[in-house]
């Protein structure tokens, strides 16, 4: 893996502090940047789960759901034209846009080992933690006849043991990141299926 290091650890301007983009802003951006559909589709599904987590579990407002969500939404954005560049360019978009730094950490933290930035908020957590193991459903839910329906916990955790399986997706970054939220996997894999499946996108 080549190293991602941002060599920085402070992003955005805290005067911008709950300042975002509209829904509108955010989805056309992803469509300039992004034109794979799959990593198209890998983003709204985090979008998804990081807007049901924080309306669920953190009970917060509509405006803060659209903070993690955005996060959710642009963590990805760059990755398609210029992986060299993950994820730097899109956190310095956001930077640009005066949007919130606490969106703009949280997407800079979506893979310490890479990016060099630990998560520190729940934001960041949840990110990190949602990032790979959505990937991982999906790829699930592909080799199965009626993909996300009667999905199960116990499936999931024996498929991630067959190191075959969706290879490209880092085990270890799954557990690394289960552990830094504070949750059980199987806690998290629960969530996880349970907002997937009903996400249709
Ligand atoms: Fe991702």
Redesign the pocket.
């Known amino acids: 893996m080549p190293s991602h290091s941002l060599g920085r650890t402070e992003f955005g301007n805290p005067e911008n502090k709950g300042k975002t983009i509209s829904p509108d802003e955010a989805n056309q951006l992803l469509n300039d940047w992004v034109k794979n559909d799959r990593l198209r589709l890998?983003m709204h599904q985090?979008a998804h789960l990081m807007k049901s987590w924080a309306k669920e579990k953190e009970q917060l407002n509509g405006a803060d759901q659209w903070r993690w969500e955005l996060a959710g939404l642009l963590?990805?954005a760059d990755w398609d034209q210029w992986p060299d560049q993950h994820c730097k360019l899109i956190i310095e978009e956001l930077e640009k846009r005066n949007v919130d730094p606490e969106v703009i950490h949280a997407i800079a933290s979506h893979g310490p080992s890479y990016f060099g930035v630990e998560p520190v908020s729940k934001m960041d957590k949840m990110l990190y933690a949602f990032?790979e193991l959505s990937?991982f459903l999906h790829a699930y839910s592909l080799m199965r006849p009626n993909d996300y329906e009667g999905m199960e916990v116990k499936g999931v955790l024996k498929r991630m043991k067959d190191k075959s399986f969706a290879a490209n997706v880092s085990r270890e970054d799954i557990r690394d990141a289960a552990s830094r939220s504070g949750l059980s996997m199987e806690e998290l894999i629960q969530f996880a299926i349970a907002h997937q499946s009903r996400f249709t996108g």
């Open positions: 890998h985090v963590h990805d990032d990937g």
